[in-house]
């Protein structure tokens, strides 16, 4: 048998190896939930709920909101491209589908609010609307000529949305009993929808509440009110 001396270097880099594996930090188990805790208000503290039948289903920094009804629902809000399958597992987790959405709203035509809508528009099959020219921008994939971020060439595209319905001030678009108005407000773009969403209905007191969906007014340039039209 022919024995290879090693050096002591050879011995210390081995030896710092095996003391890396041992030293490894085993992997966590999976969240395992504790027992619910139950309570009057507890269900709606977890569902996301920001009052009535209007809930957050967006992600973090971009609001996408729900509004429901059972003859279909309003989605404002697409996000970025990959906050379309975040908002589509948000809807399923509140219980609802997202084949019932009938109509997605815009506040305004950049990649990080119009981004999810193709896919969006692709699960759903809604209808979408903006002002016209955030119309444009949406069939384009990118911002019109006079948005200032269009200089920014091909950094500032998204996926093209098909068959988007340009919308001028004070038009209203209805799903159900959902009544949803447009506010030009010019701002952050020369278009743009920031959806501000009211409902009004004979149940209950929080059924004639307002609710802003996006940024604050300079930062788009369409508002949009929403109302909840009361069955006789």
């Not at 973090?60 to 404002?76: D, F, K, M, Q």
Request: charged letters at 15%.
């Amino acid at each position: 048998m022919i024995e290879i001396p090693l050096r002591p270097a050879v011995l210390a880099s081995a030896g710092l190896v095996l003391a890396v594996v041992a030293g490894a930090a085993p992997a966590k188990p999976p969240l395992l939930a504790d027992a619910a805790i139950n309570c009057e208000s507890c269900p709606a503290w977890n569902d996301g709920r920001v009052f009535g039948n209007t809930y957050y289903v967006g992600t973090a920094g971009h609001s996408s909101i729900l509004i429901t009804s059972e003859e279909g629902h309003v989605l404002i809000g697409g996000g970025l491209p990959q906050s379309a399958p975040l908002i589509v597992a948000h809807i399923r987790h509140l219980g609802f589908r997202s084949e019932d959405v009938k109509l997605i709203l815009n506040s305004h035509a950049h990649f990080d609010r119009a981004g999810g809508i193709a896919a969006l528009q692709r699960a759903s099959g809604a209808r979408v609307a903006g002002s016209a020219p955030a119309a444009q921008a949406m069939e384009r994939g990118g911002p019109v000529s006079d948005d200032p971020q269009a200089g920014f060439g091909t950094a500032m595209a998204f996926p093209a949305v098909k068959g988007v319905d340009g919308i001028q001030d004070g038009k209203t678009l209805r799903v159900g009993p959902l009544a949803v108005t447009a506010h030009l407000t010019p701002g952050h773009t020369p278009y743009g929808a920031r959806p501000d969403v009211r409902r009004a209905g004979p149940s209950s007191a929080d059924q004639r509440r307002g609710l802003s969906a996006s940024s604050p007014p300079l930062s788009s340039s369409t508002s949009w009110s929403s109302s909840s039209i009361g069955r006789k």
